[in-house]
């Protein structure tokens, strides 16, 4: 579990640091897709609620120094994401296409939902999705149609599973 963890959390974080520097430079309407919860949510569902919080945690955290937001935002909203998304570890037949794309979409609106709520809490400290916004559902389109290529990509990557160490 902790090579597991371990493993996630590395490639979260150069998932993040691609996406706030290559990526960025070719994103679109100024949006790009959160690889980086996307890993997360891949490696929860596959090793658990232990693992998805741990890495969803520590991920969170380096990305909070990596971006303007405040400090713990990105932990806490990984670290949440993981944890739920651990409770369904083998629920449900991981397929090439669907699967990917349904737990990657319902992370981003669990992502908005939870930055909603923090900022009916903190006030204007912590940015907000709105649901109308263009940048919202771009987010959600680009996060749910990466999804199976990465997801695909994630399961040649023997040192996420599960199944080893």
Do not use: H
Not at 1 to 9: D, P
Not at 19 to 24: D, K, N, V, W, Y
Not at 54 to 79: E, Q, V, Y
């Amino acid at each position: 579990m902790i090579r597991n963890t371990v493993w996630t959390i590395i490639l979260a974080i150069v998932a993040g640091i691609l996406q706030s520097t290559l990526i960025g430079n070719i994103a679109l309407f100024g949006v790009v897709p959160d690889l980086a919860l996307c890993i997360v949510v891949y490696s929860a569902y596959i090793n658990g609620t232990m693992t998805g919080q741990l890495s969803g945690f520590f991920s969170g955290l380096l990305l909070d120094f990596l971006s303007a937001a405040p400090l713990g935002l990105n932990c806490l909203i990984r670290t949440i994401i993981g944890a739920v998304t651990g409770i369904f570890k083998g629920a449900f037949f991981l397929d090439v296409f669907f699967m990917p794309l349904i737990l990657c979409a319902l992370a981003t609106i669990a992502k908005a939902a939870i930055m909603f709520l923090l900022n009916l809490i903190m006030g204007s400290a912590v940015p907000v999705y709105s649901l109308f916004s263009p940048s919202f559902w771009i987010e959600f389109g680009l996060n749910s149609l990466s999804a199976p290529l990465l997801f695909f990509l994630l399961r040649r990557f023997k040192f996420i599973s599960a199944k080893w160490g």
